[in-house]
């Protein structure tokens, strides 16, 4: 079965551009969570989504930062005007979700999408 | 607040050596403690946790002991292959939250043969 995915692997982009990260959870997995990886650092969290709740924004770092989830699956991570302190590996992971509890809420991971802002 | 502090990388060993990864925690109460291991060009994978005080978590040979009183998670292994060598996050999840992970900043472990 497919784990999770992330597009595109890397991204290279000039400074005040906007990006787009796309995730693709496992399938029926209904929450779904962003991070972010800084060079030396450990992942900070950014934003979670379970089903048709509201999001949990609370690790958004700067309103240049936004996510959407279509239709409970698949997730983009928009950062506006990016700028050099962007740069990161941007990591997604999906999860059963309430319904299997915390004990069982085992997160699983993509790849990451390496961001280099130039 | 919550936080993880794991000791700074690389750790260099050699094959058959034994392995700790130090791991200590801040956080109210009794959070789930996770170990996360990350190999070359790979996610994430969960390597063990643990849920409770004196819980072992163990898995592929690694083990770690969830100690209140110290406030630890260390890392073991008796001893390390070339495969092992990846980056290991110590984390954890908070009593008040169901999904919330606190990371620490990763450890790279190169094993020589």
């Known amino acids: 079965g497919a784990g999770v995915s992330q597009s595109p692997s890397n991204k290279v982009t000039e400074k005040g551009k906007d990006v787009e990260l796309r995730c693709d959870p496992i399938?029926?997995?209904?929450?779904l969570y962003w991070y972010r990886q800084s060079l030396g650092q450990g992942l900070e969290f950014l934003i979670y989504?379970?089903?048709?709740?509201?999001?949990?924004k609370s690790g958004l770092p700067s309103d240049r930062f936004s996510a959407e989830r279509t239709g409970g699956s698949v997730s983009t991570l928009t950062i506006q005007r990016t700028q050099q302190e962007d740069s990161a590996v941007y990591l997604c992971?999906?999860?059963?979700?309430?319904?299997?509890?915390?004990?069982?809420?085992?997160?699983?991971f993509g790849p990451g999408t390496r961001l280099t802002v130039l | 607040g919550n936080s993880v502090t794991q000791m700074e990388g690389p750790v260099t060993l050699s094959e058959e050596a034994f392995l700790t990864i130090n791991c200590t925690y801040t956080?109210?109460?009794?959070?789930?403690l996770f170990w996360y291991v990350q190999y070359p060009g790979e996610g994430l994978q969960l390597l063990l946790k643990?849920?409770?005080?004196?819980d072992k978590g163990s898995n592929k040979g690694f083990e770690a002991t969830y100690r209140k009183e110290t406030t630890s998670f260390h890392l073991e292994k008796g001893s390390v292959q070339v495969s092992d060598s990846a980056v290991y996050f110590c984390?954890?999840?908070?009593?008040?939250?169901?999904?919330?992970?606190?990371f620490g900043s990763g450890t790279r472990l190169l094993v020589r043969p």
């Open positions: 989504f379970q089903g048709n709740s509201a999001p949990d």
């Open positions: 399938s029926g997995h209904t929450a």
């Open positions: 992971a999906s999860s059963l979700g309430l319904a299997g509890g915390p004990m069982l809420n085992e997160q699983f």
């Open positions: 984390a954890l999840r908070p009593m008040d939250s169901s999904y919330k992970l606190i």
């Open positions: 643990a849920t409770k005080a004196d």
């Open positions: 956080a109210t109460g009794y959070p789930s």
